[in-house]
């Protein structure tokens, strides 16, 4: 498709992509249809809405579409709960600022007559790279098409810094093809974001009160009540600036300095910034991380050169890859050289066979893939280098390939607070099919694939610290969530709107 050169946008021509160019009927609101990028500032979607609709002096609408249970069998009670609850706060800021917000709880196929309802001109929606949010908008898109054609559709990368279409035009082989791609543009789109262009008073049809106490509840009981909440992570925009820049702990007022030197040692969390969950549901957008780790450079070159990498490098290529390759999730989307080199090695004997009942529940000879587990079972979320060696050791510890990409998908999505998610998709392909990696040594099982071994991590941490580390998290997660009740709220979020 062919970048936007609409003039009144603020956003890059190039972060807008013209999916329907509509027009012929007569000038109407802008519908801003939210779905990744969960926050009023810093948004590029919303600032091109914004603009769309002060250029002809129209009003502006915020809709968002709850994914129906298909979509949604693997998100759990601890993401469900974190998303409506960030929800709350993000409508209760928007009426504050007299911007409408239509919550639809019946899913994306609602789009269309809420657009037809409100006689809008135009349609601006997020973008995301995994199928189901792709087959959601191309069906909205083509209802509208038969049934309202003169609505424009438009679709913005709001939640990378480069935009993937361009950064890049094909999948990348590695961060190293990708990173120098991303750093020859980098400037041109890290740039401060402008304020929210004023735009007419709604005057059209009002949002229906949202019930936030029952949605959640009814929501949240209905789904797999076994995942529990999170309480140490908050959802919503000030929260999440608050982890980035609070003056108690932000990350980057406080804890930054460790992160090039700690960041790998899973006994040392702290040293890690503790954004993604915020990342993942859109509440901060990464470019103002980058932004300010920028403005502290010169404070701890190292450590924000090192964080940058991972948050715009890492991050973005596993959305490029998430894009450009629709089976993103299983081996067929594996490069050429490990699908052979896996399934040459598929029949290999085992030392160990476990059953997904028996990883889910922790139940293998390793106590230190165990305390990864639990770690993401009771906390929702994993250290990022435990993530490596857990993926790994799925791979050891099971029938094939196939059975352990699968295993290790389903449990990520099932327990980590930033599930489904392309950098997890992405992180458990290159640990089981060596994605943006190359070849290794050849061994047994793995093949071809890099190897992670218990020495290995005992030369790198102290394992019996790690163990016992999250033998506490578990012991005061679980008396927590006997002390609560299924769909009750976390104690952090008692007082909130």
Not at 54 to 65: E, I, M, N
Not at 79 to 91: E, H, P, S, T, Y
Not at 215 to 229: F, G, K, Q
Not at 450 to 455: H, V
Request: net charge positive; charged share 25%; aromatic share 10%.
């Amino acid at each position: 498709m062919p970048p936007a050169t609409a003039s009144p946008s603020p956003a890059h021509p190039s972060r807008v992509r013209v999916i329907h160019s509509g027009g012929g009927g007569k000038p109407g609101p802008v519908v801003y249809w939210m779905l990744r990028d969960q926050r009023l500032a810093d948004n590029w979607a919303l600032l091109h809405a914004a603009g769309l609709a002060a250029a002809s002096s129209a009003p502006l609408a915020v809709a968002f579409a709850l994914f129906p249970k298909p979509f949604l069998l693997s998100a759990r009670r601890r993401q469900l709960g974190f998303l409506l609850r960030g929800l709350r706060r993000l409508a209760a800021h928007a009426a504050a600022r007299r911007l409408p917000f239509f919550l639809l709880t019946g899913g994306p196929q609602e789009i269309p007559a809420l657009v037809r309802r409100l006689g809008a001109s135009t349609l601006v929606a997020d973008f995301s790279p995994l199928r189901p949010v792709r087959e959601a908008l191309d069906a909205v898109v083509g209802e509208l098409r038969r049934d309202a054609p003169g609505v424009a559709v438009h679709q913005v990368d709001a939640h990378n810094v480069v935009p993937v279409w361009a950064a890049s035009g094909k999948v990348e082989y590695s961060a190293k093809t990708f990173r120098s791609k991303v750093s020859k543009v980098m400037d041109e789109y890290l740039v401060e974001f402008p304020q929210l262009p004023a735009v007419a008073p709604w005057d059209r049809e009002q949002p229906e009160e949202v019930d936030w106490d029952a949605l959640i509840d009814r929501v949240c009981s209905s789904e797999a009540e076994n995942v529990p909440e999170i309480d140490w992570c908050e959802p919503g925009e000030e929260a999440a600036m608050e982890a980035l820049l609070g003056s108690k702990d932000g990350f980057l007022m406080k804890r930054i300095k460790s992160y090039e030197t700690d960041r790998n040692d899973p006994t040392k969390p702290r040293a890690l910034s503790g954004l993604s969950p915020y990342l993942h549901f859109g509440n901060i957008s990464a470019q103002r991380c980058a932004l300010e780790a920028k403005k502290r450079r010169h404070l701890s070159p190292k450590s924000v050169d090192a964080f940058l990498e991972e948050l715009v490098v890492r991050r973005e290529l596993a959305d490029n890859f998430c894009y450009y390759q629709p089976q993103y999730d299983s081996m067929s989307g594996a490069w050429d050289w490990a699908r052979k080199t896996l399934m040459d090695h598929a029949a290999d004997k085992r030392e160990h066979i476990y059953t997904r009942e028996q990883l889910e529940n922790a139940k293998t000879h390793d106590l230190l893939w165990n305390a990864s587990q639990l770690e993401m079972v009771h906390h929702g979320k994993m250290h990022g280098f435990m993530r490596m060696y857990w993926a790994k050791k799925i791979l050891e510890w099971t029938s094939g390939p196939e059975e352990a990409l699968s295993i290790a998908i389903y449990l990520n999505d099932k327990y980590e607070i930033d599930g489904r998610d392309p950098s997890g998709y992405v992180g458990c392909m290159w640990s089981i099919c060596g994605l943006h990696d190359q070849g290794w040594k050849e061994r047994p099982v793995f093949g071809k694939i890099r190897y992670m071994n218990y020495a290995g991590c005992k030369r790198k941490f102290d394992v019996d610290a790690y163990i016992s580390y999250v033998k506490r998290l578990s012991t005061q997660s679980k008396k927590r969530n006997s002390e609560q009740s299924p769909g009750s709220v976390p104690k952090h979020s008692k007082s909130k709107n």
